[in-house]
């Protein structure tokens, strides 16, 4: 099983805790696309700014607290907070369309942006994937890219362990296939350890290139809050 699932699905519970957290009323389904709307937006709003982690809160009365864990802050934020504001006025427009789709435009939406600042991006494995796919993009050897990005996670000494995966027509070669590096361990299946994972897409125009990342922080004994 921890060979086939994301390894963050895996541990949800156990040293994992939830990207979503509410209380499903009798649409789930609504709440589902809401959430999933409010992913989307970002991502595409803000590419650049190296997003880590997005999680959200909802309350009773439809109040989403939203946070963001993200490499370069200063994107998402802008000038005297402008970033944010049109960021929140975009996911609320986009969750205004939903409701209007369903026939309750006049509900009540209000929306608390919260930003951290990722402190080690080099031992972050989504924002590794990002960064191999933008150098991906610039037209850099698929080998070389994957050397390089291993050799700085494994200078950290919370790293034990790492892989590199990349799926598709890589350097533009006319057969699609898989490549791989790996240094140290991955117990996969080991629940409480620590496994980071992240995955990104590089878009080349030869096709788009998938970026799969795992990085190995040894054992934890306590739930992630």
Known sequence: MGQKIRPNLLRLGITENWRSRWWPKKHYGNELEEDLAIRNVIQEKMTLAGIVKIEIERSIDNTYKIFLKVARPGLVIGRGGKGIEELSKAIEAQLRALLKKRETPNKKISISLNVEELKRSEISAQYVAQQIAWDLEKRMGGR????????????NREVQGAKIKLSGRIDGNEISRREMLSRGKLPL????????????TSYNSYGTIGVKVWIYKGEVFEKKS
């Open 144 to 155: 070389r890219v994957m050397k390089k990005h291993l050799e700085f996670m494994m200078q």
């Open 189 to 200: 299946q080991t629940l409480r350890a620590n496994i980071d994972y992240g995955q990104a």
